[in-house]
């Protein structure tokens, strides 16, 4: 099982940036999905972003695209999330996932490794 260490949450103002960074450790990720999900104050979880290891292909929600930017470091075994002109409604605590899968998937079930969470709150 992979584990996956988040960090780079914060407090900032409507229209800020911040990246936050997934450090993971464990199996070889080459066959893997990154993603990173949230959960807002009284919300369910929800898919953001997701990236597949070996090719680079991403998905988004759309109350993301455009703004937010996912990637990975190959060499760092690191998945990053660029988050640009962050909105109120992007606070939330934010976890990075894993799956043992090649394919996409914006469903939470279908990750079977998950970080702690890091909070971010966005100020208006």
């Known amino acids: 099982q992979v584990q996956l260490v988040e960090s780079g949450g914060g407090s900032v103002e409507s229209g800020g940036s911040l990246r936050l960074s997934c450090a993971a450790s464990?199996?070889?990720?080459?066959?893997?999905?990154m993603a990173w999900f949230r959960q807002g104050p009284g919300k369910e979880r929800e898919f953001v972003a997701a990236?597949?290891?070996?090719?680079?292909?991403?998905m988004y929600a759309d109350s993301v695209k455009g703004r937010f930017t996912i990637s990975r470091d190959a060499a760092k075994d690191m998945v990053y999330l660029q988050m640009n002109s962050l909105k109120p409604e992007d606070t939330a605590v934010y976890y990075c996932?894993?799956?043992?899968?090649?394919?996409?998937?914006?469903?939470?079930?279908?990750?079977?490794?998950w970080g702690q969470g890091t909070q971010v709150t966005v100020s208006s």
């Open positions: 996932a894993a799956r043992s899968r090649i394919y996409l998937s914006t469903r939470a079930n279908d990750f079977g490794s």
């Open positions: 464990g199996p070889p990720l080459g066959r893997f999905v």
């Open positions: 990236i597949t290891w070996s090719a680079g292909s991403t």
